[in-house]
């Protein structure tokens, strides 16, 4: 038992995290991001402070004042905000994206993880509380892939990983082994609704993870709100990598995916 630091972006999985992390008996003390955070999470947490984009002096005053020594960075958090939201920016932040040579996710994480192990406080891993929604290899609904889409699944896989190396996008939409949209800053749902209105349907989506994934953030997520943009595409199978991704609702996932005739595999 101890106490918990929850850096929260959009999203359930903070609130998921919450849960588990509290019935462990662990208190835990959230920082919440304003506009991004969902405003709920206070009901999940023990204490939930709020912060504007780039207040990250008064977030390192929050940690020693309450004496957190172990943060947690769970949520989405949308690539652009680290374009539009700069002259909000502290002196800390600035300093930090002043060093950065590029704006790419891990980049600027891994600056402010080492800032905050300079003051005594470790991000761990963050899957660390939450090993039950990390799916295995299988196929999880009703309906198998065809040869053909087995075979798109392959291809967009190789594809997935050599884009992931790049920290462009970790998602792929194939259809006959041809590339139909790639995800950059827009993320995986616009991607896939994207791809929707190129092609009539029938298309492949997959996600991987970077090919040396900090599993202390940006794990790839899946849950029923991708699949509902999936069938709003009238894509046909959904293939997520296997110990690299955080699925949660896994039984409304699957029986969705069912009733709309969808495959989910696990690669």
């Known amino acids: 038992m101890g106490r918990i630091g929850l850096v929260a972006g959009e999203g359930e999985l903070p609130m998921i995290f919450s849960r588990v992390a509290k019935g ?139 884009l992931s190396k790049f920290d462009i996008g970790q998602t792929v939409a194939i259809k006959d082994k041809t590339v139909i949209a790639l995800e950059a800053m827009e993320g995986t749902d616009a991607t896939i609704l994207r791809a929707g209105n190129l092609v009539n349907g029938g298309f492949v989506v997959v996600k991987v993870s970077r090919p040396n994934q900090d599993m202390r953030f940006d794990v790839p997520l899946v849950g029923p709100d991708t699949l509902k943009w999936l069938i709003k595409a009238d894509g046909k199978v959904l293939a997520l990598e296997e110990k690299r991704t955080l699925l949660i609702d896994k039984e409304e996932l699957v029986k969705l995916a069912n009733e709309k005739k969808i495959s989910i595999v696990i690669i």
């Open 24 to 162: 462990k008996g662990d208190t835990v003390i959230a920082f919440g991001l304003k506009g991004v955070t969902p405003p709920e999470l206070e009901k999940y947490v023990h204490k939930l402070h709020w912060l504007d984009w780039g207040s990250l002096e008064k977030a390192l005053f929050l940690l020693a004042a309450e004496r957190i020594k172990k943060v947690i960075m769970l949520g989405k958090l949308e690539k652009e905000v680290f374009f539009k939201n700069n002259k909000s920016l502290d002196n800390h932040a600035k300093k930090i994206l002043e060093k950065l040579r590029d704006k790419k996710d891990y980049s600027i994480f891994n600056e402010v993880t080492k800032l905050l192990g300079k003051v005594g406080v470790e991000v761990i891993d963050s899957t660390t509380y939450l090993n039950d929604l990390i799916p295995q290899k299988s196929t999880l609904t009703k309906r198998e892939p065809t040869k053909n889409e087995w075979e798109d699944i392959d291809y967009g896989r190789n594809l997935a990983k050599e």
